[in-house]
């Protein structure tokens, strides 16, 4: 079965803009999470979308949003982008939470400038 | 500071060797996974432990849960250059619904 889709793969933004990352999950898996990755920070946990509702979310800030549609694909939004955003951004998708198996994408990588 | 610390940061060692990298946390986690990623991937799931004193073994990666809960450890026997990658641990903390992620160990093989 296909696995876990992000687009897009590369993505250079302008400090003030704001930019949306798509996550595709793998058929039949109903939780998404968003992870932030640096190289100082690691993985941080973003938030986690389940059957359109987010059910829990990490220390970020307002400009950190996201969402899930019917077909469990989730998408996030960062707006007013500083520098300190630019990381790897990756989700993960698993059938009921990420106790259970959990499958990544290759991320998206977010340079701002 | 992290939830999870792992140690070492980095290690490099030489095909053949044996190494051991650690997971630790004060709190009580109801389950803790490793992955391992490499560059320009997501991470990969390796193992789940969800007992106390849980052992696994999937080939020459043996797994242990501690005890209480807390921390695990990874022991690889005779490294080899595949193993190469970033080991990250991951737990759910006991009555949470997210895993949180350790900072990693960058693991190189040298042949």
């Known amino acids: 079965k296909a696995g876990v889709t992000q687009t897009p793969r590369y993505l250079i933004k302008t400090r003030g803009q704001q930019v949306t990352l798509s996550c595709s999950p793998i058929s039949g898996h109903r939780s998404v999470s968003w992870y932030q990755q640096t190289p100082g920070q690691g993985l941080q946990f973003l938030f986690e979308?389940?059957?359109?509702?987010?059910?829990n979310k990490g220390n970020f800030p307002g400009r950190f949003s996201g969402r899930q549609f019917s077909n469990s694909r989730s998408e996030m939004n960062v707006s007013t982008l500083e520098l300190g955003d630019s990381a790897l951004y990756l989700c993960?998708?698993?059938?009921?939470?990420?106790?259970?198996?959990?499958?990544f994408g290759q991320g998206t990588r977010l340079t701002v400038v | 500071t992290q939830l999870l610390e792992q140690s070492p940061q980095f290690l490099s060692i030489q095909e053949g060797e044996n190494l051991t990298v650690y997971c630790n946390s004060s709190?009580?986690?109801?389950?803790l996974q490793w992955y391992r990623q490499e560059p320009g991937e997501g991470p990969v799931l390796l193992v789940t432990?969800?007992?106390?004193?849980e052992v696994k073994k999937l080939k020459r990666l043996t797994f242990q849960f501690g005890d209480a809960r807390k921390d695990s450890s990874l022991h690889i026997t005779a490294a080899q250059p595949g193993d190469t990658g970033l080991y990250l641990c991951a737990g759910d903390e006991y009555n949470n619904n997210d895993m949180r992620f350790g900072a990693g160990t960058r693991l190189t093989v040298k042949p």
């Open positions: 993960a998708s698993s059938y009921q939470n990420l106790n259970t198996e959990a499958f």
């Open positions: 979308y389940f059957s359109e509702t987010q059910r």
């Open positions: 709190s009580v986690f109801s389950s």
């Open positions: 432990v969800v007992t106390g004193g």
